[in-house]
């Protein structure tokens, strides 16, 4: 479960977030929604760990993770798949992939499986240079590398962005896929109705705080929520 109280933060006075209060429960996928500017990017990097938040609290599973660093945020199980995926070109597909899994584990090969599982156009072009993939087999690369580090809790940053319509399908359905497995998945996204979709809860930010929450039935039928965010 991630927990998220009271959190403030800038990065950029446009970016700022104040009382930022909401949770993702365990095996649930929740939605952050906002235009830009709504400190949607600011709240992210102060979970991941990227940016140290001015005050409130973070936890992860229970334990506080508002002071760690990156890469043991990473260790404490979780994983953000970045916006702009963040993909490294030179490197092959699986080169990719293995950048993220940890050594002496013995279970890299069942990794591996699982995420060709998940997109086996992957396993088709794991000898390919990553940066000759189209834009949704590197969104679909960025996920694999996240789950190669076996998160209890996996952020998306508008895993949309810059993608086809009927690409954004094939992303969402192995979104989709991995929540029915049970993956914990946090999801920060623009594009409101592709979120409403497929997640069981939503949050909606606006100049940096939460303006409404619920199901996505309770979003859906009240208007005056949906305005807060689209205007």
Not at 31 to 39: C, P
Not at 106 to 122: H, K, S, T, W
Not at 150 to 168: F, H, K, N, Q, Y
Not at 191 to 220: F, H, P, W
Request: proline letters at 3%; a neutral charge.
């Amino acid at each position: 479960m991630l927990s998220v109280s009271g959190l403030c933060a800038s990065y950029g006075a446009i970016h700022a977030v104040r009382d930022l209060t909401f949770e993702v429960g365990k095996g649930r996928m929740v939605a952050i929604l906002g235009a830009n500017g709504a400190g949607k990017s600011t709240t992210l990097r102060s979970i991941a760990g990227l940016h140290r938040p001015v005050r409130g609290s973070i936890k992860l599973g229970g334990e506080e993770i508002s002071a760690l660093p990156l890469h043991h945020v990473v260790r404490r199980g979780l994983a953000m798949v970045p916006e702009g995926r963040m993909i490294v070109a030179p490197l092959t597909v699986e080169e990719n992939l293995k950048l993220s899994s940890y050594a002496g584990r013995g279970v890299e090969q069942d990794l591996l499986a699982r995420v060709y599982d998940l997109c086996p156009r992957l396993k088709e072009r794991r000898t390919q240079l990553a940066g000759l993939m189209s834009g949704g087999e590197q969104q679909m690369l960025a996920i694999g590398r996240a789950l190669l580090t076996e998160p209890s809790m996996l952020v998306l940053d508008e895993p949309s962005m810059g993608l086809a319509p009927s690409i954004i399908d094939l992303v969402f359905q192995a979104i989709v896929t991995l929540h029915k497995q049970g993956q914990s998945i946090l999801l920060v996204e623009q594009n409101a109705e592709i979120a409403l979709s497929v997640c069981d809860y939503a949050y909606l930010m606006k100049r940096g705080s939460i303006v409404g929450q619920g199901t996505v039935a309770e979003l859906r039928a009240d208007a005056g929520v949906l305005d807060a965010y689209f205007a």
